[in-house]
């Protein structure tokens, strides 16, 4: 049988996979992309558990590629729901036609790099082979829902879901008894969404969180033409922020500020601008000093002490470790929540659960019966996609085999012995918003794709010295918060801490996407000259 041959293969047709086939086509590269699911969106195909919103601003959570997409921008609330994303995004495929491109409802198995040719060879679960010259991953750092670990499960009587994979239909909760087990970002915008509907919530906590309130609102005419208007300039302050949000930096140590009052009022406009304002806008070093970091937990404990009635419940809601140390969530009345007298909290911090016939069994003995269980458990960060794939480099080394020794990339986008490999938001990629970094990094991608078509290279690989140079920085920049400990101790995903066994190391960039950006310019103004650059007849050994 006859095997087609692509320019390029991408996988995944989220977010990053969309614009990479945007930037594909302008090149005038052939492209196959391979999707999962049924429809566009990625993250928000699947993620379409009650009450799943960004926790960006709608203004830099979409594309902005071509200026068609400012003028076709509709978002109707500050933090679009699941829905109004996917449609956005399914809007963008269609407006660009990039739809045909696309093989849905496939999983991509294997990736086999061929040395000689220079080439990939990919298979998926449908049994289909291609080969192409450039393979792109664009799988997403958040997308491998963890594993139920409850050996009990099976046993249990009432419904369960996932909310990384709710269903389609409509699921009835009405008259419920529900129990929620994770209060990561998910958990906490499904808790205050379902709680009006549900008979009873139970809520299971293993560790708390800093829910910072989102106040979302809707976007009026006004409003939107207004966004449309200064859609540019903030873009333009999110490529030059560190997490790429359109947030100014407010120059001001905490420890600078002798005034009570003072202190208080920053934390005050944060706190009321809502989301993300607070970590962004108030005090600078609140990543770096830790007097600074505790008077803006002490000041969120207590936010959750002045909401929160039942001051038992309060106590469980607070954390007692630094802030940021987890990635703080974005709540729609989220504290609120636990006021309604049908809704409970369990601390599980020190007792593990499992399920029986008739609900949530706690190691300490206690039951509780349910009628359905929620699980919000989080996901395989950052490498777990593409290690659920067999990437095969250079002299059949194996992708996963490698990262469990050895976690080493050039700025998240390429893997030394592993040629012609792009990933789009691999791990060491910026720790931020994924629309604003995806820009950045798929315009580098094609940028180095031109330069190699236009010179007549036919491989490009990152030598270890480059890509180590990079993972020490990205280890350096992780080092320098004062978190770097306490993740790990509170199980953060951006450290592999959430899954069991899984090696702890830090799987995303802090040192903010300026800097990161100017390790791809230097590239691109130097003719890559980091990167080893093959022809056809070096075999793609010679340094260009
Ligand atoms: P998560 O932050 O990893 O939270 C998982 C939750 O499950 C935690 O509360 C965890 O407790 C709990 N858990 C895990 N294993 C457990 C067990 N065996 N027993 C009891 N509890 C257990 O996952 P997430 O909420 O899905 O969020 C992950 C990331 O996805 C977010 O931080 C965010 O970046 C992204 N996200 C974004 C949005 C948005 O932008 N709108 C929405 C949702 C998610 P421990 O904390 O003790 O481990």
Sequence with gaps: MAIDHYDTVVVGAGFGGIRTLYELRKLGLTAKCFELGTDVGGTW?????????????????????????????????????????????????????????????????????????????????????????????????????????????????????????????????????????????????????????????????????????????TIDEHQAAEIKQNFQKAWTAAT????????????????????????????????????????????????????????????????????VKDQKTAELLCPNYPFLSKRPPCGHQYYETFNRPNVKLVDISKDDIDMYEDGIRTQSGSDYEFDVIIFALGFDAATGALCEMDVTGRQGLSLRDHWEEKLDTFAGILVPNFPN????????????????????????????????????????????????????????????TLFAESAGQVHAWFVGANVPGKPRRVLFYFGGVPTWNSWLEHETKTNWSSMKLGSAQSNGHVKA
């Design 45 to 217: 195909y699947w993620n379409r558990y009650p009450g799943a919103r960004t926790d960006s601003e709608a203004w830099v959570y979409a594309m902005n590629f071509a200026p068609e997409l400012k003028d076709e921008w509709n978002f109707e609330e500050r933090y679009p729901g699941q829905e109004s994303v996917q449609r956005n995004l399914s809007q963008v495929v269609d407006r660009f036609d990039l739809r045909k491109y696309i093989t849905f409802n496939t999983r991509v198995s294997t990736a086999k790099y061929n040395e000689h040719s220079a080439t990939w060879t990919i298979t998926t679960s449908e049994g289909t082979t291609v080969t192409c010259r450039y393979f792109i991953p664009a799988t997403g750092p958040l997308s491998v829902g963890r594993e139920l670990p409850f050996a009990g499960l099976k046993r249990f009587k009432g419904e369960h879901y996932q909310a990384s994979k709710w269903p389609k239909q409509h699921v009835d909760l009405r008259g419920k008894r529900v129990a929620l087990v994770g209060t990561g970002a998910t958990g906490v915008q499904i808790i205050p969404k379902i709680a009006p509907h549900v008979k009873e919530l139970t809520v299971f906590q293993r560790t708390p969180n800093y829910v910072l309130p989102g106040r979302n609102y």
């Design 240 to 307: 030059n922020h560190p997490f790429g949000l359109a947030m100014e930096d407010p120059n001001l140590a905490a420890g600078n500020v002798t005034e009570a009052d003072t202190l208080r009022q920053v934390l005050d406009s944060g706190w009321e601008s809502g989301g993300f304002h607070f970590q962004f806008e108030t005090f600078s070093d609140l990543f770096t000093d830790a007097k600074s970091n505790l008077i803006a937990s002490d000041y969120l404990r207590n936010k959750i002490r002045a909401v």
């Design 421 to 480: 490999m792009f990933m789009v938001c691999g791990p060491h990629a910026p720790f931020g918003n994924m629309p604003v970094v995806e820009e950045v990094e798929v315009n580098w991608i094609g940028k180095t794709i031109e330069h190699m078509e236009r010179e007549g290279f036919t491989s490009i690989d990152v030598p270890s010295k480059a890509a180590d140079a990079w993972s020490t920085h990205v280890t350096e920049a992780f080092e320098a």
